[in-house]
């Protein structure tokens, strides 16, 4: 059974950077694209980031790209995202995600396979 826990979130002001990580368990780690999603109250869930199994390929949401990274470590099973110059719409539940897919994109939250349980970032103005 895979199992994905994230950790990290928490309150931030407006131009601030907080991180968020991912442990994962039950698979071959390195084998596997992940992924980190958000959803926002009353909003869909929708993709942020992207990170191959090796680590060295990566794509991001437009709404993100040049603030937050994505990286892996595949010797501790976690992958992470670091957020810089946080906005307030930023403010969400951050989902960490493992896919079976093959191709390294904007994922459709139907290509997920497990999703974690989600860490709430708060971002305030």
């Known amino acids: 059974q895979v199992r994905l826990v994230e950790s990290g979130g928490g309150l931030v002001q407006a131009g601030g950077s907080l991180s968020v990580s991912c442990a994962a368990s039950g698979r071959t780690f390195s084998g596997y694209n992940m992924g980190w999603f958000r959803q926002a109250p009353g909003k869909e869930r929708e993709f942020v980031a992207a990170i191959s199994g090796s680590g060295l390929s990566t794509y991001y949401a437009d709404s993100v790209k040049g603030r937050f990274t994505i990286s892996r470590d595949n010797a501790k099973n976690t992958v992470y995202l670091q957020m810089n110059s946080l906005k307030p719409e930023d403010t969400a539940v951050y989902y960490c995600?493992?896919?079976?897919?093959?191709?390294?994109?904007?994922?459709?939250?139907?290509?997920?396979?497990?999703w974690g349980q989600g860490t709430q970032v708060t971002v305030s103005s």
């Open positions: 995600a493992t896919t079976l897919s093959r191709r390294l994109g904007a994922y459709f939250p139907g290509e997920i396979d497990y």
